[in-house]
């Protein structure tokens, strides 16, 4: 999936948003900090590929997530059971330490009348990785929004995913794996329908 790059202006929730040039120079000042010379030929132009680096991985900030779903399809045949897109891979950035946290992301809904186009699902997944995200926030928020937009039955979110944070630095736990859950609706008030969902996310 191709990334949307972050047009200006861009909402950065605080306030103005820097320069490019002051970004590549925050950059520079966090080599020299670590102990690296950035006049050095192989980091001369490292504050600038880091700078587009975070336009990419930051994209989600630009992105109109109510806008991914706006088109949906009624011609079903009157299809309402669950739909889910299992194994979607993601790569967000945890807000304590800005590193990497990936792995897959299972969305499941039971319609209400109205489909969603697959893709979309994958590219909401997207959208709210590629912002600062806590896990069990880029969770809800993938929930939260589907709910509210196409308010279908129900929706069920799991996340499984690989801390960086946890396992290159820290506590060093290597292959430790978080799971996160999230259940709106029907998935939430019945239990049948939630054990329906982890059958299906668990089948080989
Ligand atoms: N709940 C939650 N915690 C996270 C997530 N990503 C990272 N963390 C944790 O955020 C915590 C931040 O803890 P702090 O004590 O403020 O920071 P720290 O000194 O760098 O902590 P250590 O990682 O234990 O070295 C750590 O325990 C991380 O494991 C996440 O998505 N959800
Ligand atoms: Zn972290």
Redesign the pocket.
Known sequence: MTATVATYPLKTGAGERPSRAEAEAAVATLLRWAGADPAREGLRDTPARVAKAYEEMFSGYATDTEALLTRTFEEVAGYDDIVLVKDIEFTSH????MVP?LGRAHVAYLPAGRVLGLSKIARVVDAFSRRL??????TQEIANLLQRVLAPRGVAVMMEAE?L??SM???RKRGAS?VTTSYLGLFREDRAERERFHALVSRP
């Open positions: 945890c807000e304590h330490h946290f995200q806590t896990q069990e926030a880029l801390h944070c946890m630095r820290g506590v978080t």
